[in-house]
């Protein structure tokens, strides 16, 4: 009796499909106010998940359906740097010029950067971000004139070089506007109209378009950020709370070709297919583009790297209240796309998170989290020095001011632990947990638990 009512306790997990479990993992994310925007998940060319989820307008309380548009911002990279090679295919350019050479203006500082080191951000320009600090007023205010893309490439003619060209990598957003007025004088077309010929209409790409605040535009989301405190944060907050608030609107006129278009997941699922090798694009002209350049190994709008150990071809995109990532793991064929317009989101976690079902490698499915304080007196019988299981040494203390206990490891992080229950403590830090255990702790991480033992 006992095993057959094990079996039937094991049937609802052993039938979850790898869809089920994505889409739960996204449902759980969205309930706890940690995720709104829309997912695809492909593998070995079957598309596993295509869905949306939270609100594309809370004002109005529009739901987010695959074909919603969103701000992909430095997604816009790859669509650049991809016109640039075009060009250069076309014979109309060569990636080793000098790019003064078709650009007015340069300072002598400029003059020998070749427009391949603009493209693999190695020139040594400087990023105007960087100035601006990402949602600031200072931000916002510099980018709200029509002529901001202008604006900000004067702003960095009068700034020394970072390094010399070629010498260090350093990601610059300026580097990718000067390549956007490059593409208007070379192709004598718009940067949006050549990107529309050479790339959006030949995929198929019918939602991808340059934001223009000038007009409407169909089945936009609405980029939302919020400032909740902590504590409720943890214990999760309703995608309709009064926490949440809109941020303002960046006027971003074409051509801002570091981060100015607009796409959906359905179209980026075209994209990524063509760069995946779908008989679209010319296979030499892919290797090209997905050919990392040293120092720095970024390629042509994509960084090349390892996940899990296996290979893969990855970019974020980050705005106010818009956030963004493709992920790509060509062996396998495996595509993860996610445009979200809430910022306040853990997008590596979630990526990994999706990822690991995809693998069927370990995870944890989002809860909310109930936490109070805990005094000196609590506190103090899990005080020490911890031995992990992973070679690592954990130090445990007392945080009284804040009622929490710290952990920390030499080198890598200083954690807060708030206390859910006598033993059990959440670390909002890696959106784990560190539970106490006879003298021993257990640090849940990604789906993972690792023991330590307490050594003094």
């Known amino acids: 009796m006992r095993t057959l009512l094990a079996v039937l306790l094991a049937l609802p997990l052993a039938a979850q499909t790898i869809p089920d479990r994505l889409d739960e993992y996204l449902t759980a994310r969205t309930r706890l106010g940690q995720f709104s925007g829309a997912v695809l998940v492909a593998h070995e060319g079957k598309v596993l998940l295509r869905k949306g989820y939270g609100y594309a307008n809370l004002e109005h309380l529009v739901p987010v359906t695959p074909e919603t548009k969103f701000e992909i911002a430095s997604l816009t990279k790859a669509f650049t740097a991809f016109a640039v090679h075009d060009l250069a295919r076309q014979q109309k350019l060569k990636l080793d010029d ?5 650009f007015d203006g340069c300072p002598d500082a400029w003059k020998a950067i070749t427009i391949a080191q603009l493209i693999h951000h190695t020139s040594g320009i400087p990023d105007y971000e960087e100035n601006l600090e990402m949602g600031s007023e200072k931000y916002y205010s510099a980018l709200a004139h029509d002529d901001s893309a202008k604006t900000n490439i004067e702003w960095a003619r009068t700034k020394p070089l970072d390094f010399a060209p070629g010498t260090k990598f350093k990601y610059s957003n ?8 490059l593409i208007e004088r070379v192709s004598g077309k718009s940067y949006e109209d050549f990107l529309r010929e050479r790339i959006f ?7 991808t378009m340059h934001i223009d605040r000038t007009r409407v535009q169909r089945n936009r989301a609405e980029a939302y950020t919020h400032q909740a405190p902590l504590y409720d944060v943890v214990g ?11 941020v303002p609107e960046l006027r971003q006129l074409p051509p801002q070709a570091d981060g100015g278009l607009l796409s959906t997941i359905d179209d980026l699922h075209q994209w990524t297919r063509a760069l995946l090798g779908d008989g679209t694009l010319d296979a030499a002209f892919v290797r090209e583009l997905l050919t990392p350049n040293q120092p720095g190994g970024y390629a042509s709008g994509w960084l090349i790297n390892k996940r899990f150990e296996r290979d893969r ?7 106010p209240g818009m956030v963004s990532e493709i992920d790509l793991y060509p062996h396998s064929q495996t595509i993860v796309i996610l445009l979200s317009n809430l910022d306040r989101i853990r997008i590596a976690n979630i990526m990994r998170d999706l990822t690991s079902i995809v693998f069927g490698m370990p995870y944890d499915v989002a809860r909310a989290h109930k936490v ?4 000196a007196a609590h506190a103090a019988k899990y005080l020490g020095t ?3 299981d992973d070679g690592r040494v954990m130090e445990i203390k007392h945080d009284a001011e804040n009622g929490r206990l710290e952990a920390s490891v030499k080198d890598q992080f200083v954690a807060g632990l708030l206390p859910e229950s006598e033993t059990l403590y959440y670390a909002p830090m890696w959106e784990g947990t560190i539970s106490f255990v006879n003298g021993a702790l257990i640090m849940r991480q990604a789906g993972k638990d690792i023991r330590g033992e307490r050594v003094k």
Request: hydrophobic share 35%; net charge positive; proline share 4%.
């Open 313 to 319: 071809i990855t970019h974020t995109g980050v705005l």
């Open 386 to 388: 911890y031995k992990l």
């Open 174 to 181: 300026t580097a990718y506007l000067i390549l956007g007025f």
């Open 236 to 246: 999760g907050i309703e995608l309709t709370s009064d926490h949440l608030r809109r």
């Open 372 to 375: 109070s304080h805990i005094d």
């Open 98 to 102: 000098p790019f003064c050479h078709y």
């Open 201 to 207: 209409t030949p995929l198929k790409m019918t939602s």
